[in-house]
């Protein structure tokens, strides 16, 4: 398994972008995924988390209401629509994906997750 963010950028402060995480391998119909984001000197955060269906979705609260997780399994690719961005959401995006996550609970901690794509910077200015 192999995955590909693409979609990073800068952006003033209100703007949006749409993140990208594009899926090499099979089965990523069973394979939940999640965005996590590192800005410089802090440790890698949960941002969102959607499950193999599109069923379930989580959101850290500070992204709720401004982000949305979504997936296209015939495509076979992830998406992560950031609107009304803050200097805040400065970071370098990841995205993740795991087989062995239940769609009841769509876990928020790195470790959890098995295959990570490479990261896309995002810089919001204000």
């Known amino acids: 398994v192999q995955l590909q963010a693409s979609g990073g950028g800068l952006v003033q402060a209100g703007g949006s972008l749409r993140l990208s995480c594009a899926f090499s391998g099979h089965s990523f119909g069973r394979y939940a995924v999640g965005w996590f984001r590192q800005a410089p000197g802090k440790e890698r955060e949960f941002v969102a988390a959607i499950d193999r269906n599109a069923a379930n979705s989580a959101y850290a609260d500070s992204v709720k209401g401004r982000f949305t997780i979504s997936r296209d399994n015939a495509k076979k690719t992830g998406y992560l629509q950031m609107n009304n961005l803050k200097p805040e959401d400065t970071a370098v995006y990841y995205c993740?994906?795991?087989?062995?996550?239940?769609?009841?609970?769509?876990?928020?901690?790195?470790?959890?997750?098995?295959?990570w794509g490479q990261g896309t910077q995002v810089t919001v200015s204000s």
């Open positions: 993740a994906a795991d087989f062995k996550i239940s769609s009841a609970y769509l876990s928020v901690v790195p470790s959890d997750y098995e295959s």
